[in-house]
């Protein structure tokens, strides 16, 4: 019995350290530097909440396509996550090789989850202009979406 005290714990650990959301976060705040930003010191967390509210409205929706796209984002953050800081700064200028494929899938997730008019989907979601990031203005790919909930 003691055992299970100890193991829940320790799983909620790893399974937190698995999740490409906040990897991502963290990882943006510590390349700061490569990307040329100057991020606040809550910066992972306010991130974390506001990928985390997109994800879960994602998820949510009834349409597919919704879910479809919060997977892709997902997929897309996770390899973001995999990058160094220099590749990372690729990314953001728009010269990443490494993540072009989950780029792809995401961007053409984001354009199933629109209606003929522009509108999303997916319940609680605006629409996004192409290119927007995370409300940084660095530029696209990265984090695409983040803070329409």
């Known amino acids: 019995m ?3 005290a100890l193991l829940f714990p320790l799983s909620t650990v790893v399974l937190a350290a698995c999740n490409p959301i906040e990897g991502f976060c963290q990882k943006k705040y510590d390349c700061q530097d490569e990307l040329g930003l100057s991020l606040e010191d809550d910066f992972a967390e306010v991130c974390l909440a506001g990928f985390e509210g997109l994800d879960k409205t994602l998820r949510k929706s009834a349409e597919s396509e919704c879910e479809d796209l919060a997977n892709a984002q997902t ?3 996770a390899c973001q996550n995999a990058l160094s800081c220099e590749d990372l ?3 953001n ?3 990443d090789t490494l993540c072009k494929d ?3 899938a995401l961007e053409d997730a984001q354009k199933a989850a629109r209606d003929e008019d522009g509108s999303f989907k997916c319940d609680g979601i605006a ?3 192409e290119g927007e990031g995370e409300g940084e203005g660095e530029g696209e790919g990265e ?3 983040e803070g329409e909930g």
């Open 89 to 91: 700064k690729k990314l």
């Open 2 to 4: 003691q055992h299970r």
């Open 127 to 129: 629409p996004a202009g």
């Open 102 to 104: 989950q780029k792809t």
């Open 93 to 95: 200028d728009g010269d």
């Open 143 to 145: 984090g695409e979406g």
């Open 75 to 77: 997929i897309f953050l």
